[in-house]
């Protein structure tokens, strides 16, 4: 079975702070891993993945996240925080098969 | 190159009725894949289909169903609308196969917002 942890439902961060958002998983397979990002009255759009290639991904808008098996992890972040960066995040693993529950980012100017 | 959309984009509907929601997938992807998004769940996959097949199904009760077409697009049908329907209804559409082995992004439409009144 695949599940995904993302904590904190609500996360705050300053204008220029660091951006970090923690997603862990569990796969009974090789994990394909994804975040994607959702602004309001949209769809989501892809951020990044992971496909096994490199272990440190870059994204869109800034973004970057890191495949760490040891920990079962794939954190995002930013290292400056922008006022559009203000959406929901989710991560992913496997295609369709768990998405978490997403974190909504506040941007605080 | 247009993306996904997702007719209607919002709804409302009373608790008994039933409701065909549609999507047309980006050019030249055979997959389509819907989820239901709440507040308290976030997203769950609802079914995945793949050249007119359902490949995979998720978790939910009979009431909902869907189909693609040999143009690809898709449509889902909830009957017996209840109150814990609301929510916001995405299709998404990916260039692969799609399935558990895949290393294929998906590409999200806006979504269907549904109230159930």
């Known amino acids: 079975a695949q599940s995904v942890t993302q904590l904190g439902s609500h996360v705050s961060v300053s204008e220029g702070a660091l951006v970090l958002l923690r997603c862990n998983y569990s796969?009974?397979?090789?994990?394909?891993l994804f975040w994607y990002v959702q602004y309001p009255n949209q769809g989501l759009q892809l951020l990044l993945k992971?496909?096994?290639?490199?272990?440190l991904v870059k994204g869109i808008n800034g973004f970057e996240a890191e495949f760490k098996k040891s920990e079962t992890s794939f954190h995002l972040t930013k290292p400056s925080a922008h006022m559009s960066d203000a959406a929901e995040y989710f991560c992913?693993?496997?295609?369709?098969?768990?998405f978490g529950k997403g974190n909504q980012v506040v941007v605080i100017p | 190159k247009a993306g996904v959309t997702q007719t209607p984009r919002y709804l409302i509907k009373t608790r008994g009725q039933q409701v065909t929601l549609s999507c047309s997938p980006i050019?030249?992807?055979?997959?389509v894949s819907w989820y239901q998004q709440t507040p308290g769940q976030g997203l769950q996959f609802l079914f995945e289909?793949?050249?007119?097949?359902?490949?995979n199904k998720g978790n939910f009760p009979g009431r909902f169903s869907g189909r693609q077409f040999s143009n690809s697009r898709s449509e889902m049908n909830v009957s017996t609308l209840e109150l814990g329907d609301s929510a916001l209804y995405l299709c998404?559409?990916?260039?692969?196969?799609?399935?558990?082995?895949?290393?294929?992004?998906?590409?999200f439409g806006p979504g269907t917002r549904l109230t159930v009144t």
């Open positions: 998404a559409s990916t260039r692969g196969a799609g399935g558990r082995g895949s290393h294929y992004e998906q590409y």
């Open positions: 796969s009974s397979v090789p994990p394909y």
């Open positions: 992971y496909t096994s290639a490199a272990t």
């Open positions: 992913a693993v496997n295609f369709f098969r768990a």
């Open positions: 050019s030249g992807h055979r997959s």
């Open positions: 289909y793949f050249s007119e097949t359902q490949r």
